[in-house]
């Protein structure tokens, strides 16, 4: 209400100088909370780290990626373009239930992506799906075919995914759906 900031001590904090305006969108991310258990998931658009805060407990669990050891710091100084072009997406897209929190995975630059939506490339990563349980342990990964993959809804019965295609081949394929096997083997 003052005005005045505190920091949380385990979210990134960097020495490069970002402008104000900027600040929102460097660490902006993708959250989903859990009323059973009172914890929030965020997946950050821009580090690649995925937290999981306990609200009750007032803890936050930390999760980086294997072959990460500490966290890159993100270089958003550009003058002409609000996030500049090298900036890379992590996690992008997020849906959670009681049992799982389901991120996509982009760990795409902005130029990447702008390139490959003009038709430039097609040498893009393959967006992923990273499922956590709600202790922060990573339960499953799979990588998809499709690059263009929008919002998104799991069904945990069938263990199906669905998503909204943002370069579908024809109309009636807007919505594309993945059987995720290797969830449905780990739930029996």
Do not use: C
């Given at each position: 209400r003052d005005g005045s900031l505190q920091w949380v001590p385990n979210f990134p904090k960097q020495s490069?100088?970002?402008?104000?305006?900027?600040?929102?969108?460097l660490y902006s991310s993708v959250s989903s909370l859990n009323p059973k258990t009172k914890q929030i998931a965020s997946g950050m658009q821009h580090f690649?780290?995925?937290?999981?805060?306990?609200?009750?407990?007032?803890?936050?669990?930390?999760?980086v990626q294997e072959d990460k050891v500490e966290v890159k710091e993100v270089d958003l100084i550009d003058d002409h373009n609000l996030l500049p072009p090298e900036t890379r997406s992590y996690y992008v897209r997020?849906?959670?239930?009681?049992?799982?929190?389901?991120?996509?995975?982009?760990?795409?630059?902005?130029?990447e992506g702008m390139e490959f939506y003009q038709g430039?490339?097609?040498?893009?990563p393959k967006p992923q799906l990273?499922?956590?349980?709600?202790?922060?342990?990573?339960?499953?990964?799979?990588?998809?075919?499709?690059?263009a993959l929008g919002k998104f809804f799991l069904d945990e019965k069938t263990w199906t995914i669905?998503?909204?295609?943002?370069m579908?081949?024809?109309?009636?394929?807007?919505?594309?759906k993945y059987e995720l096997k290797g969830l449905r083997n780990l739930n029996r």
């Open positions: 490069l100088k970002v402008p104000k305006h900027k600040v929102g969108y690649d780290r995925f937290d999981l805060v306990d609200v009750i407990n007032n803890t936050v669990l930390t999760v997020n849906y959670s239930t009681e049992k799982f929190i389901y991120l996509l995975y982009s760990n795409m630059t902005m130029q430039k490339r097609s040498d893009v990273h499922v956590f349980d709600w202790k922060g342990n990573a339960v499953y990964k799979a990588v998809f075919d499709k690059v669905y998503f909204r295609d943002g579908p081949e024809n109309e009636e394929d807007i919505f594309v």
